[in-house]
């Protein structure tokens, strides 16, 4: 495919992303019950976390099985910030900008240390779980930042919700869902633009064939960790719209939502953006509704679902769809042609 035709492609997706967005905070305010509209904007982070992991690993080529760390440092920074500044608007920005400098950080010593793929895995998901073992050891009242007690095991239950900009008054639920219906809409047209701009080309090059591509010039260190910075600053702001949806808790860098993104990109499509959001909240509601029958451990089902995709449709949700599309395409076209030769 040209990048005149992965543009004009791009533009389609980014249109008819546009339009259910704008269906969706139409209709679901004023038609869904509240339980349900906050479920679904709980979905929604959970879908920009996906795509954080979507555009590192798809398109960048860079296995991160520490991903959840960036998504509770941007939940932890947005509830810290807004409790000590009484003011929601900075901390948003904290949400986003700590990830991504925790992140930069990191990166430089992963990529110009020239470690393997197998290493960076390892390193991410060991700083994840130091993470993960540090928020939970935080629960006395010496563990604060400021004001804000970083209470251990239990989070931080008195998160502020988010508020007009420099405003008093906190979000509803339909005005928060409508605002993580446009951080998901935006997310995607973030990811779907980039990719196809020369940065983003010079990405895929890299995940291709990253001695090819540092021969032909390009800095193969400096684009690694700048997409990687910047699935860390969507995975922040995925921790954001999280902690509006539930609360901040050390469950955000577990083991389990480290794996449960994993999974996401996987059954969705590597190489994808839609794919992973489909599998994301189709997953995320069967594994509620197994939730509620009891019948069976959700986890054991994910753990299924992944082999089954790895085993039988390695190539995901979204390439096997289009794979049979063209395919029933192409036998719609030659029907003709073979009536016409047996005639």
């Not at 928020?135 to 563990?143: E, K, L, M, R, Y």
């Not at 001695?211 to 954001?240: H, P």
Request: charged residues 10%; glycine residues 10%.
């Amino acid at each position: 495919m040209t990048i005149s035709a992965l543009s004009r492609s791009g533009g389609a997706h980014i249109a008819i992303a546009a339009i259910v967005t704008l269906a969706a905070i139409v209709i679901l305010p004023n038609a869904a019950p509240l339980y349900t509209l906050i479920n679904v904007t709980l979905y929604m982070s959970m879908g920009v976390f996906a795509l954080s992991l979507a555009l590192l690993w798809g398109y960048g080529g860079i296995l991160c099985f520490g991903q959840s760390a960036f998504f509770g440092l941007g939940a932890y920074a947005y509830a810290v910030a807004a409790i000590n500044f009484g003011d929601t608007t900075l901390a948003a920005a904290f949400a986003i900008v700590v990830p991504a400098l925790f992140a930069a950080g990191l990166g430089y010593f992963l990529f110009y240390g020239r470690l393997s793929d197998v290493y960076l895995g390892v390193i991410t998901l060991t700083v994840t779980l130091i993470l993960f073992k540090l928020i939970n050891s935080t629960g006395g009242d010496a563990w604060r930042i400021g004001s804000a007690r970083l209470g251990g095991f239990n989070g931080i239950p008195s998160t502020p919700l988010l508020t007009i900009p420099f405003a008093k008054t906190p979000l509803s639920p339909a005005q928060m869902f409508i605002f993580a219906s446009i951080a998901l809409f935006s997310t995607y047209a973030l990811c779907k633009g980039l990719i196809v701009t020369r940065f983003g080309r010079a990405v895929i090059a890299i995940r291709e064939n990253e001695m090819r591509a540092e021969l032909l010039g390009y800095n193969a260190k400096r684009l690694k960790l700048s997409v990687f910075v910047i699935s860390a600053g969507i995975a922040g702001l995925a921790g954001l719209l999280f902690a509006n949806a539930v609360f901040v808790s050390p469950t955000m860098f577990s083991l389990s939502m480290a794996a449960q993104v994993l999974i996401w990109v996987l059954v969705g499509g590597l190489g994808t953006l839609f794919g992973p959001v489909a599998a994301c909240f189709a997953l995320q509601m069967a594994t509620a509704a197994l939730g509620k029958l009891g019948l069976v451990d959700p986890n054991i089902v994910l753990g299924l679902v992944l082999i089954i995709f790895v085993v039988f449709v390695p190539g995901g949700i979204q390439p096997a769809l289009a794979a049979l599309l063209h395919k029933l395409r192409d036998i719609g076209t030659s029907k003709p042609v073979v009536e016409e030769v047996a005639r």
